[in-house]
């Protein structure tokens, strides 16, 4: 969909490959400096960025339940952002791989509202805990999915057979699994927000996904690296920075709940220890 030079839009914080991807085409991936404490595009900041790059624009990515954040768009804001997409001539890549992980709120796929505008993805390595088999899929308008298909087969060619039974599997079959963990991926995130609200960290509040986004203290003299380095180092726990995600001057980290209890609470007694010594506040 991409020539070199165009333009792809990337709301960020954002999954890392979106930009990589747009780049290992020679396309321009301009991230949209969303704000906190939610990180969510609007219609205002969106509207900014499609003037400003015209006709370059091709695609915008749009990701929700959102990774990093965990926050999601309510069925209003994605009305919203529709409403003003419909008037361009620009493809949304819509990652909704992890719909199915959402705690609170209503998903609205923007498939169902831009049809012939939208590549909808999803996948199985999140719903089904099937990271590793590598399988995803793709709906959209048949003359995109045909281009995709030639690209796809020279790049790929397939994927192997058992992983595909496996996610026909999860696809018909795999609700029920799906609901009994997300059960348990809710209890980790009520133990995690607890916990953070214990220790005195700040958070965004997450509505899917299994990720929790933390504000780095600003007590801490160091970028989000060396703040991760210093949690390795000190609280033996292994978070994301939030320089994986976004060049945007924001000091965050990524904690992911797919991770079992007892494990997570030996992070968290990790993390108070550390926030204590250190003597950690925010302005
Ligand atoms: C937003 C998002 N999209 C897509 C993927 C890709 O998943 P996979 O390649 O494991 O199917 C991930 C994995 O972390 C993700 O967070």
């Not at 900014?48 to 804001?77: I, S």
């Not at 965004?204 to 390795?232: C, N, R």
Request: hydrophobic share 40%; charged share 25%; glycine share 4%.
């Amino acid at each position: 969909m991409c020539q070199p030079g165009d333009v792809v839009l990337v709301p960020c914080p954002a999954y890392t490959l979106y930009r990589i991807n747009a780049e290992m085409r020679d396309a321009k991936a301009v991230e949209l400096e969303t704000a906190e404490p939610d990180f969510k595009v609007t219609p205002e900041l969106l509207k900014k960025a499609l003037d400003k790059y015209g006709e370059k624009v091709k695609v915008l990515v749009l990701n929700y339940p959102v990774n990093p954040t965990g926050v999601t768009y309510t069925p209003d804001e994605v009305r919203a952002l529709a409403d003003l997409l419909k008037n361009y001539n620009v493809a949304i890549l819509d990652d909704e791989i992890y719909a199915d992980l959402l705690y609170e709120g209503e998903h609205l796929p923007m498939a169902k509202l831009l049809p012939d505008q939208t590549l909808y993805v999803n996948g199985v390595s999140k719903n089904a805990a099937m990271t590793g088999w590598w399988v995803g899929y793709i709906c959209g308008p048949s003359d995109v999915l045909k281009a995709l298909t030639k690209v796809h087969q020279a790049a790929i060619s397939t994927n192997a057979t058992m992983n595909m039974d496996a996610t026909e599997e999860v696809l018909r079959h795999g609700k029920a699994d799906t609901a009994q963990m997300k059960t348990e991926y809710d209890q980790r995130r009520q133990f995690l927000m607890d916990a953070m609200d214990k220790i005195g960290f700040h958070y965004t509040k997450p509505m899917g996904t299994f990720y929790l986004w933390v504000k780095i203290p600003d007590s801490f003299d160091g970028d989000s690296m060396a703040y991760a380095e210093h949690l390795a180092e000190k609280a033996k726990v292994a978070i994301v920075p939030v320089a994986a995600f976004t060049k945007l001057p924001v000091r965050y980290f990524r904690i992911s709940y797919a991770a079992s209890m007892e494990k997570l609470k030996r992070a968290v007694d990790g993390l108070a220890k550390v926030f204590a010594e250190d003597g950690s506040f925010y302005d």
